[in-house]
């Protein structure tokens, strides 16, 4: 029994120490950096953001009232692009760096930078290894599925892509629409939500987004008069 117990802490210990050196500070301090950049800089944008935090946003970022005097969404799409080149030469090096390696929440900073990009196509199946191998939750990778689709012009799976268009609506009138995009299989979507980890329904959700929630299709979508956009 004794000689049982050695063996299990033993065991213990070498996991321990496999953890420890699979664990990589450095990588986790440059990714911590990165998510900071991707989500306060988004925080910046929203109008309920007090003057106070703003200003400690761009202490944190490196950025400056001068930098945002053209509108934070310049400054936004620049770092976008900027983190991008440093995620793709991060996931070249380490492949997906998940929670194992970086830990909990910076795991999530490489996906939201992809999530942010153009090239979720390019890494949507990294993105889903890292998922079932529990690097990254379940439910990240469903939104970035959803959004590829919607990307492709798709049905979403499980709802998690709120959309905006402007529209002419029937007095022809230009006017913002918002809705959520078009679900496969709509009365299956909560289910599918569960089963990935979803702790709403997409009704809950769609309130979450101040958006009406009513059963949208593709055929609706097609319907819509598109204002066509002006450069």
Not at 9 to 31: D, G, I, P, Y
Not at 43 to 52: A, K, M, W
Not at 182 to 193: D, L, V
């Amino acid at each position: 029994m004794c000689k049982k117990i050695v063996i299990l802490l033993t065991l213990s210990c070498v996991c321990n120490v496999l953890a420890q050196k699979h664990f990589n500070q450095q990588l986790k301090n440059e990714l911590d950096f990165i998510l900071d950049t991707d989500q306060l800089l988004r925080e910046y944008s929203i109008p309920s953001t007090s003057d106070s935090r703003k200003t400690e946003i761009l202490n944190k970022t490196g950025y400056t009232t001068a930098d945002v005097t053209k509108g934070i969404w310049n400054v936004i799409n620049k770092q976008d692009s900027i983190n991008l080149v440093k995620v793709e030469r991060i996931i070249e090096k380490y492949g997906y760096p998940g929670k194992s390696m970086v830990g909990e929440p910076t795991n999530k900073a490489v996906w939201y930078v992809i999530q942010h990009s153009k090239k979720i196509s390019n890494y949507f199946d990294l993105i889903k290894t890292a998922g079932k191998q529990g690097e990254i939750p379940m439910t990240l990778v469903a939104m970035m599925e959803d959004r590829k689709l919607m990307y492709e012009g798709k049905e979403q799976i499980y709802g998690t892509q709120g959309a905006g268009r402007l529209i002419y609506d029937q007095q022809g009138k230009e006017v913002f629409f918002n809705f959520i995009w078009p679900i496969a299989n709509e009365t299956h979507c909560n289910e599918r939500r569960k089963a990935v980890g979803f702790a709403n329904t997409i009704e809950e959700y769609a309130k979450d987004l101040e958006i009406p929630y009513v059963k949208f299709t593709m055929e609706d979508f097609k319907k819509l008069r598109l204002v066509e956009r002006r450069k």
